[in-house]
């Protein structure tokens, strides 16, 4: 499979608790964005890597929210202390650089439960 | 501010039908536009795209409609089918040094009636 894998697809947690999802690109691209999506509304911006460079967070990333990617392929998103506001699924997308259209290929998503 | 706007949380078409789907933005600087598909349980799926300098793209069954001095975008599906009941996520993006950032509309639910 060439597409964006996400992992765990599931995560139920107790509030307080730390939780860390992996996501692994399509292999040739190299910018990689995390979206947030909770109920009833589209996918919302959080933080976007090209390469290993963090470009740009959203205010929607609060201290509590840190986002990895060292060595430019594999990217990790830990939320600290979660709490049940943090409830939603958490999506990973990748794109490359060149190219004609500006479309994001996104994986399947993790799903987190806060308790 | 929603920036990205989808005025129907849900629409029902006759297979065999046109489904509309509609989409507005108020962000004048957003150059290229973007609807996908989203099945349950799953992440969203690219359908097809159009730049501001075009104003019309077509892709098989699929036809995006963008009118820049409304401020709107549309997706004509024809005929619908039952596989395409599915949420549409109209997006946009603007080409600031290459980051396709994208601002996503809150979606709109299609159900294609057999």
């Known amino acids: 499979d060439t597409g964006v894998s996400q992992d765990p697809r599931h995560k139920i947690t107790k509030r307080g608790q730390n939780v860390t999802f992996r996501c692994d690109p399509i292999?040739?691209?190299?910018?990689l964005y995390w979206y947030r999506q909770t109920l009833g509304q589209g996918p919302e911006f959080l933080t976007y890597?090209?390469?290993?460079?963090?470009?740009?967070k959203s205010r929607l990333l609060s201290d509590r929210f840190s986002a990895e990617r060292p060595k430019g392929s594999f990217s990790t998103l830990e939320i600290q202390r979660t709490e049940q506001g943090d409830s939603a699924m958490y999506l990973c997308a990748s794109s490359r650089i060149t190219g004609v259209g500006r479309e994001l290929f996104f994986g399947e998503g993790s799903r987190l439960t806060v308790l | 501010d929603q920036q990205v706007k989808q005025n129907s949380p849900s629409l029902s078409v006759q297979e065999g039908r046109i489904s509309i789907l509609n989409c507005d933005y108020t962000n004048s600087m957003f150059d290229y536009f973007l609807w996908y598909k989203k099945y349950p349980a799953e992440g969203p799926t690219f359908l097809i795209s159009?730049?501001?300098?075009?104003d019309k793209n077509e892709d098989g069954r699929f036809t995006v409609f963008l009118n820049k001095s409304a401020k709107h975008l549309s997706l004509h599906i024809v005929p619908s089918q039952p596989g395409d009941s599915a949420v549409y996520f109209c997006?946009?993006?603007?080409?600031?040094?290459?980051?396709?950032?994208?601002?996503f509309g809150t979606g709109t639910r299609l159900t294609i009636i057999p």
């Open positions: 890597f090209q390469n290993e460079a963090q470009l740009e």
């Open positions: 159009i730049s501001s300098i075009k």
């Open positions: 997006a946009a993006s603007v080409g600031n040094f290459g980051n396709e950032k994208l601002t």
């Open positions: 292999s040739e691209h190299n910018r």
